[in-house]
């Protein structure tokens, strides 16, 4: 089976632009989590979504959101981006919720 | 919330030497604690998992203890390689998502030949 793929692998915005990135999982999994990852903060979770709902969410401001598809590929949006929102935004997913979880290559953001 | 400490942040063996790395973790509901191997510019990969209801797992040179009484539990490396160099997290999830891990911070482990 293919892997978790990401899209894209890298980003170039400038503060105050939006950002879409997507996930689309190993075929058959339901479940898809986000994580962001920085030198400071390490690997911190964003959201979880199983069959388009979305089951957890992380300390994030509302300007992070994400959604899942009946396919199972998520998206996850930043809106007015700020200098600290760069980071290696990472994929993973799982056949269901109380699997283990695989993680995709990640979206490099840079916020200029 | 939870809050999982990981212990060293940086760990320097020689070729054939054990590596040992520890986290503890606050939420004593958690019950899911895998270990991810993340070499440089690479995907975070499952090296090993446990769940709360075993005590000890191995596969070939890596192990993982648990000790749910002190909160804590700890990845084994036997016969490390050049190649078990990379960065190590811990994880910890409660309940009935495992989607949502709580990672340590992360260890940077260093096999010199």
């Known amino acids: 089976k293919a892997g978790v793929t990401q899209t894209p692998r890298y980003l170039i915005k400038t503060r105050g632009q939006q950002v879409t990135l997507s996930c689309s999982p190993i075929s058959g999994h339901r479940s898809v989590s986000w994580y962001q990852q920085t030198p400071g903060q390490g690997l911190q979770f964003l959201f979880e979504?199983?069959?388009?709902?979305?089951?957890n969410k992380g300390n994030f401001p509302g300007r992070f959101s994400g959604r899942q598809f009946s396919n199972s590929r998520s998206e996850m949006n930043v809106s007015t981006l700020e200098l600290g929102d760069s980071a290696l935004y990472l994929c993973?997913?799982?056949?269901?919720?109380?699997?283990?979880?695989?993680f995709g290559p990640g979206t490099r953001l840079t916020v200029l | 919330g939870e809050n999982v400490e990981q212990h060293p942040s940086t760990l320097s063996v020689q070729e054939g030497d054990s590596a040992v790395i520890k986290c503890t973790y606050s939420?004593?509901?958690?019950?899911?604690f895998p270990w991810y191997k993340q070499e440089l510019g690479k995907r975070p990969q499952l090296i090993i998992d446990i769940r709360s209801n075993v005590g000890e797992k191995k596969d070939q040179r890596i192990a993982v203890t648990l000790n749910k009484t002190a909160k804590h539990f700890s990845l084994h490396i036997t016969e490390t390689q050049p190649e078990d160099s990379a960065v190590y997290f811990c994880a910890a999830s409660r309940g009935t998502s495992y989607g949502k891990l709580t990672f340590g911070q992360g260890t940077i482990l260093t096999v010199h030949p």
């Open positions: 939420d004593s509901a958690s019950n899911y």
């Open positions: 993973a997913s799982s056949p269901g919720t109380r699997d283990t979880q695989y």
């Open positions: 979504y199983f069959s388009e709902t979305q089951r």
